[in-house]
């Protein structure tokens, strides 16, 4: 397996192919980098640089509730309900820190 990977160290770019190298898997990883001159001296590691791969969705989001009025009427609406309110008040359950697409019949109508 050959990975790409594109280094940036002050205003030099360096394109470098590793071999051998598996794709990074869900976990935590902490990178270093040395560099060697060509004399095949090289230098200390350089600081530690940790990152989590993260390759498991979060579980699905739950619909509790939908809130919306019906004439002046604050009700809690079930399925199938009719209402004349275009502004729905939603609630439910999702991942701390995830983003909430929200769909009707497929097509999006907003994120939060």
């Known amino acids: 397996m050959r990975q ?11 394109r ?3 071999h051998s190298i598996s794709p990074l ?3 935590l990883h902490q990178m270093t980098v040395i560099s060697t001159n060509e004399a095949g001296k090289s230098n200390a590691s350089s600081q530690p640089f940790s990152f989590k791969v993260d390759t498991v969705g979060p579980s699905a989001p739950t619909i509790d509730w939908v809130f ?7 009700a809690k609406l079930f ?3 009719i209402t ?4 729905l008040v939603i ?10 697409v929200i769909f009707d019949k ?5 994120r939060v």
Do not use: C, N
């Not at 790409?4 to 360096?14: A, E, M, N, S, T």
């Not at 439910?92 to 909430?100: F, P, Q, R």
């Open 16 to 18: 470098m192919e590793l």
């Open 79 to 81: 399925a199938d309900a």
């Open 68 to 74: 919306g009025y019906h004439g002046a009427r604050l």
């Open 25 to 27: 898997v869900g976990a």
């Open 106 to 110: 497929g097509v999006e109508m907003g």
């Open 4 to 14: 790409v990977l594109y280094l940036i160290f002050g205003l030099r770019q360096r």
């Open 84 to 87: 004349d309110d275009s502004k």
């Open 91 to 100: 609630g439910g359950k999702a991942k701390a820190d995830s983003t909430l």
